[in-house]
């Protein structure tokens, strides 16, 4: 062996493990700003999952390479042999990552690019109503056409679709597809949004009962397809020719709603990621157990992060608006449902689309179901323990929610 062979070696790898070591650095960093971008949109546990695997992936491979980096005065050309192996490793590790990276990006760019070019429906279409045979669905059809021309009237006053054109990305990530009925669901979360995934993976033949779907195959199996999954003349032909629909409920009851599943019962998700942020930023004298855990939040302390404008920690798809969430002056929705009349409006849905018969909305809570349901009393109870102010930044927080679904009466 050249003896400059045995000094070269080891500076290469040096330098190629330090490289590796910073673009992982960098790269890990992005992916915090990506995911805490990617969290304020879209929640759901597995994606949450790869990017925790991935992020790990990362950090270890930055860890191995700063080891290494640090070793290097003791290395003997054996350890030099060993390091390049390392590094070998390590860039493998690298490029596949950043490949995936660039892939994703690719996709996402061209994505937005096309959706530039996209003609979202013009105006509202009427319902077809041709399977309505009796007159037992006049009410909940009277009020689907009031809510109707009220969302229209004021998207006409106020909405410019330009401006919401660039947040159409996120937006067709939050539609569910069926495609053998032409249904386009806008998931809102609190809204009754998980017997909703069970009825549409019903009617499209992935299970045979709605009660027999659990609460997790729901949310993080992956079995219903979102509206960005298709290419831009797919996701045109369906905006245009399916049944858009959306269920909203009342933004105080949403929220209170929210605040409860997610912190007042164990949730080795929200406490940690959530809870931590809120009680550091917000809790005087916070006990060291508090801090560590995130458990035990309160109302209050959760009301003033969410209307912090330096929040401690971004929004959450459970708490965000659903003018943020489904853009309903940018997609006009041919039916809105209301939770506040959430079976009825559903099953006349179910009968305008020629659901089978034996078809109904399943009306059970499948999470934490001895709870008391969020109803206007226990909204009221914890409305009571905020100050007047912090109650009217509340309810001008969801302003425009309350404007679009005419929710207007606060309850205090
Ligand atoms: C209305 O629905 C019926 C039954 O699905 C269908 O045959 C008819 O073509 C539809 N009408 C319009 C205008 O789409
Ligand atoms: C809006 O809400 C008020 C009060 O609840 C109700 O009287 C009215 O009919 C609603 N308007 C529409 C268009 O639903």
């Known amino acids: 062996m050249q003896?400059?062979?045995?000094?070269?070696?080891?500076?290469?790898?040096?330098?190629?493990?330090?490289?590796?070591?910073?673009?992982?650095?960098?790269?890990?960093?992005?992916?915090?700003?990506?995911?805490?971008?990617?969290?304020?949109?879209?929640?759901?546990?597995?994606?949450?999952?790869?990017?925790?695997?991935?992020?790990?992936?990362?950090?270890?491979a930055y860890q191995r390479s700063v080891a290494?980096?640090?070793?290097?005065?003791?290395?003997?050309?054996i350890r030099g042999k060993h390091s390049q192996e390392q590094a070998n490793t390590l860039s493998e590790v690298a490029s596949s990552l950043l490949s995936q990276l660039y892939e994703q990006q690719k996709m996402t760019k061209s994505l937005l690019k096309h959706l530039k070019q996209l003609n979202l429906p013009p105006v509202m279409r009427?319902?077809?109503?041709?399977?309505?045979?009796?007159?037992?669905?006049?009410?909940?059809d009277e009020a689907q056409e009031k809510r109707r021309s009220f969302l229209y009237d004021f998207c006409k006053k106020y909405s410019s679709k330009n401006q919401l054109r660039t947040h159409l990305v996120r937006m067709v990530s939050r539609i569910y597809v069926e495609d053998r009925h032409r249904i386009l669901y806008c998931e809102v979360p609190k809204a009754g949004c998980s017997n909703w995934k069970r009825i549409l993976m019903v009617l499209n033949g992935l299970a045979s009962s709605a009660y027999s779907i659990s609460h997790n195959t729901v949310h993080y199996g992956k079995h219903l397809k979102k509206l960005d999954s298709y290419?831009?003349?797919?996701?045109?032909?369906?905006?245009?020719?399916?049944?858009?629909?959306l269920f909203v409920r009342d933004p105080m009851e949403r929220l209170v709603s929210a605040f409860r599943d997610k912190f007042e019962h164990p949730n080795s998700y929200y406490h940690p990621v959530f809870g931590k942020a809120i009680i550091k930023k917000y809790r005087l004298n916070a006990h060291e157990m508090a801090l560590k855990t995130g458990s035990g939040v309160k109302f209050k302390e959760f009301i003033q992060?969410?209307?912090?404008?330096?929040?401690?920690?971004?929004?959450?798809?459970?708490?965000e608006q659903i003018s943020k969430l489904c853009y309903p002056c940018l997609i006009n929705y041919d039916f809105i449902g209301k939770f506040e009349t959430l079976e009825e409006d559903a099953n006349y849905f179910l009968q305008l689309i020629g659901a089978p018969a034996e078809l109904t909305f399943p009306n059970f809570k499948d999470r934490h179901s001895s709870d008391e349901?969020?109803?206007?009393?226990?909204?009221?109870q914890y409305l009571n323990e905020l100050s007047i102010t912090e109650r009217q930044l509340t309810y001008d927080f969801y302003y425009l929610d309350n404007l679009m679904f005419n929710y207007t009466t606060p309850i205090v």
């Open 373 to 380: 349901r969020t109803n206007t009393e226990v909204v009221r």
């Open 231 to 245: 290419d831009l003349k797919g996701i045109q032909r369906r905006l245009n020719t399916y049944t858009k629909i």
């Open 68 to 77: 290494a980096n640090l070793n290097k005065r003791q290395t003997t050309v």
């Open 305 to 319: 992060y969410l209307l912090d404008s330096q929040r401690p920690v971004g929004m959450d798809i459970h708490w």
């Open 3 to 60: 003896p400059s062979d045995r000094v070269m070696n080891p500076r290469h790898v040096f330098i190629s493990v330090l490289m590796f070591g910073v673009a992982g650095l960098l790269f890990f960093m992005y992916l915090q700003a990506w995911i805490e971008e990617q969290h304020t949109v879209n929640g759901t546990l597995s994606k949450r999952r790869f990017q925790e695997h991935f992020e790990n992936t990362m950090l270890r």
């Open 126 to 140: 009427p319902l077809n109503k041709s399977l309505i045979k009796d007159d037992r669905w006049k009410n909940a």
